[in-house]
């Protein structure tokens, strides 16, 4: 998926980037510093996304979608763009269990959080370009 003409994966389908998804959304906080600047209660939504895109592409991706600004316009865009993604994936995944389970003739599964699996590896080592238009 591109970003801010910056390319990241996303592969939902991978159990250990979907770990790392589930993590990342779990950690999301909504409280925002006591402040009475209206740029802190902006800046610190932006921060939480930073550390989300980091935890989830590997570090540095929120410096290479985000370019270093704290735009909340911009934060959210973007991260609307990964829970779009995010809630497409539960589909895409019954409907491949679906098929794999109509190959071993057994009945169809529903999906379900495993989060008592250990995780394995990093989501990606992929180093952040942008993308030529």
């Known amino acids: 998926m591109i970003i801010n003409d910056v390319e ?4 939902l389908m ?3 980037v979907l770990d790392l998804v589930q993590d990342a959304l ?5 409280e925002s510093e006591k402040s009475e600047r209206v740029s802190d ?6 921060i939480t996304i930073n550390t989300f895109f980091d935890t989830v592409f590997g570090e ?22 990964i829970v779009t993604e995010i809630e497409k994936a539960p589909e895409s995944i019954n409907g491949s269990m679906d098929k794999y389970l109509k190959v071993v003739k057994k009945k169809p599964a529903v999906i ?14 992929k180093k952040f370009s942008s993308v030529k238009k």
């Open 60 to 81: 540095g991706a929120s410096d290479a979608v985000f370019q270093g600004k704290m735009s909340l316009t911009d934060h959210m865009d973007a991260f609307m763009q």
């Open 112 to 125: 379900k959080t495993m989060d008592h699996l250990p995780k394995t590896r990093p989501a990606t080592k």
């Open 26 to 30: 779990g950690n999301l906080t909504t």
């Open 41 to 46: 209660m902006i800046r610190q939504p932006c």
């Open 14 to 16: 991978d159990a250990d």
């Open 8 to 11: 990241l994966e996303l592969d």
